[in-house]
T-cell receptor
Framework: GQNIDQPTEMTATEGAIVQINCTYQ??????LFWYQQHAGEAPTFLSY????GLEEKGRFSSFLSRSKGYSYLLLKELQMKDSASYLC??????????FGAGTTVTVRA | ETGVTQTPRHLVMGMTNKKSLKCEQH?????MYWYKQSAKKPLELMFV???????ENNSVPSRFSPECPNSSHLFLHLHTLQPEDSALYLC??????????????FGQGTRLTVV
């Protein structure tokens, strides 16, 4: 099966920066996704990486290193509304999408 | 609104009941998925349908039975469930194009409680 690891919880202050790491071991690789999920709501797509490097989208950036099986999601200028669970997901060689357990980020005033 | 609609949003059922979860997508996607989300656990892929054919069945117990009558609709039929089946059931869709990179769009989920 697939193995996707990310920290369980992180806490940061409003206006700060938080980096959520994700490591994975999969059979083949066809892209890595980050999703945001607020309590009681559906996961929503944040970012996609398939080549090594950094993808920036406003306050959110995502980085990928395929050789290391590693990604991170960087959240800048944190806002209270960013308190949510952040899910790392990897599409394997058979295009199956598997998820990590999610990282709960709590933003404090 | 993600373009993927699930009904009902909440469901309480007894262990001897039979019920169905419904998912409809308005995005023109060609693949649909059922995921189970239990507290503190990763999203678990249950079933994948691509072009209305089941391409993945992740060792799911037979008390869960999927149905995909067309590319826009997906059902999950439930019977004789166990209390440990209580979870959030999420439907998703994507456009699978071989080497393409379509992200999955999720519905709001059905919160299922088995009593």
């Amino acid at each position: 099966g697939q193995n996707i690891d990310q920290p369980t919880e992180m806490t940061a202050t409003e206006g700060a920066i938080v980096q959520i790491n994700c490591t994975y071991q999969t059979s083949g690789f066809n892209g890595l996704f980050w999703y945001q999920q607020h309590a009681g709501e559906a996961p929503t797509f944040l970012s996609y990486n398939v080549l090594d490097g950094l993808e920036e989208k406003g306050r959110f950036s995502s980085f990928l290193s395929r050789s290391k099986g590693y990604s991170y999601l960087l959240l800048k200028e944190l806002q209270m509304k960013d308190s949510a669970s952040y899910l790392c997901a990897v599409r394997d060689g058979n295009y199956k999408l598997s998820f990590g357990a999610g990282t709960t980020v709590t933003v404090r005033a | 609104e993600t373009g993927v609609t699930q009904t009902p949003r909440h469901l309480v059922m007894g262990m001897t009941n039979k019920k169905s979860l419904k998912c409809e997508q308005h995005l023109g996607h060609n693949a649909m998925y059922w995921y189970k989300q239990s507290a503190k656990k990763p999203l678990e892929l249950m079933f994948v349908y691509s072009l209305e054919e089941r391409v993945e069945n992740n060792s799911v117990p037979s008390r869960f039975s999927p149905e995909c009558p067309n590319s826009s609709h997906l059902f999950l039929h439930l019977h004789t469930l166990q209390p440990e089946d209580s979870a959030l059931y999420l439907c998703a869709s994507s456009q699978d194009e071989g080497l393409g990179s379509s992200e999955a769009f999720f519905g709001q989920g059905t919160r299922l409680t088995v009593v």
